[in-house]
């Protein structure tokens, strides 16, 4: 059959690599490059080319199982990494990370603060009670149940908040309306706060491109580059897909692998199902800039984490975070690489290496509801949907929804 694949994320990358052995694939990705989120950056500095990754970065064994299967077929190797987290906030000057008791108190002062030691006992409190939270009800938020229970604003504001916004690169106050049950069965499975058994992260060695390489690499010359979908239009007997300036082709399915709401938008007859289903999860941009400003990390270098999320002098909507990418890709260069997301102005504009615009899917019950309606619309008039945001916007949700369509035409990761 004939199958045309729209976008090279995580999902569009694996279902053609197990579709175009046995189908007639074409892919098509409106960016110049592939990978999506999947984006290595090279840089050159005091004579070494450093290859740092602006958007996809860790993964691990125990929860991302299939990506792990898809590297090891691919002979695509990895190293350790660490998952450390900082936050610091300009207007208090707090400034810690849980990741030591020494780094965790690197403002003495926090010793004799009663309203920070409330904080450190509503982490244990909340990591007792994650399995409670985790049988909530969908419809019960993440804001509402801290409220509910009664745990102190410090740990709202200055912990969970900031941890979890960083994680899903969400509006803190968007964050809130997550489904608790969804947050707390996320962090559980992770491990993110135990004090022992957490899984060991890893990156991909050499850049996350590596992996995007090698996944393209036998269908390489079936991806059009620069070749952004116009639209999509489904008749009984095949899908036509225009792409501006050139004919119309028609293929006999289609996969649409972009965001929810660019699958939506490319649909030139969507049915109420699919208008109801995919308009149920948003996406917001993030501006994110690759630099070499070390100033947006926090003021004490013990605290210097692999996430570094700051809280601003004046409340603003979207979130900041600072990757080290020093830490997480263990790169040994005498200058700082750091990715930050949504950095309002903070940045030496002559330390700046590359600006971009990811976007990434915010979850509220309603979103909740609409992935259990997958099958309603994937794999009807012809058309099928895979993305991360059909589970928890991670690279593993990502491979596990390009499975879920390819086993629709038949294939699975053993058939590669």
């Not at 300036?245 to 972009?258: K, Q």
Request: with cysteine; net charge neutral.
């Amino acid at each position: 059959m004939r199958i045309a694949i729209i976008g090279t994320g995580i999902s569009g990358m694996t279902a053609a690599y197990l579709l175009h052995g046995a189908h007639d694939v074409t892919v098509f990705e409106a960016d110049g490059y592939i990978g999506g989120h999947t984006h290595t950056v090279d840089v050159a500095a005091e004579g070494t080319t450093y290859s740092v990754d602006t958007g996809f970065i860790v993964f691990n064994e125990r929860t991302y199982p299939n990506f792990l299967r898809l590297l090891r077929k691919l002979g695509v190797s990895w190293q350790n990494s660490n998952m450390s987290f900082s936050v610091r906030c300009e207007r208090t000057q707090l400034e810690y990370s849980p990741s030591s008791l020494d780094r965790l108190f690197a403002q003495r002062g926090n010793l004799i603060r009663p309203a920070f030691w409330r904080m450190v006992w509503d982490i244990f409190a909340f990591r007792r009670h994650l399995s409670d939270t985790a049988g909530l009800p969908e419809t019960v938020t993440l804001g509402e149940h801290l409220r509910q229970k009664g745990y102190s604003r410090m740990f709202r504001e200055y912990f969970i908040v900031p941890m979890g916004a960083a994680i899903w690169s969400a509006e803190p106050c968007r964050f809130e309306n997550m489904p608790a049950c969804m947050f707390a069965r996320f962090f559980a499975n992770h491990g993110f706060l135990n004090v022992h058994d957490q899984p060991q992260w890893l990156v991909v060695q050499g850049g996350s491109r590596q992996y995007a390489e090698a996944l393209t690499a036998p269908f390489h010359e079936r991806i059009r580059l620069n070749c952004p979908v116009r639209s999509v239009r489904r008749f009984p007997d095949g899908v036509e897909v225009e792409v501006p300036g050139v004919p119309t082709e028609r293929f006999d399915h289609v996969i649409v692998a972009t965001h929810s709401d660019q699958a939506l938008r490319l649909l030139a007859d969507p049915t109420e199902d699919e208008r109801q289903i995919l308009g149920a999860i948003p996406y917001q941009d993030n501006q994110v800039v690759l630099h070499t400003d070390s100033a947006i990390l926090p003021r004490r270098r013990k605290v210097w984490a692999s996430w570094n999320y700051r809280i601003p002098s004046t409340p603003q909507d979207t979130v900041v975070v600072t990757y080290d990418m020093n830490i997480l890709q263990s790169l040994d260069a005498d200058r700082e690489f750091c990715v930050t997301l949504n950095p309002s102005g903070d940045i030496d504009a002559k330390k700046v290496l590359r600006r971009m615009v990811y976007s990434h899917p915010v979850y509220t019950p309603r979103a909740m509801a609409a992935q259990r309606r997958h099958g309603q619309i994937s794999g009807v008039n012809r058309t099928h949907y895979c993305g991360a945001y059909w589970g928890n916007g991670f690279h593993e949700d990502g491979v596990n929804s390009a499975l879920a369509v390819c086993r629709y035409f038949g294939r699975g990761l053993d058939d590669a």
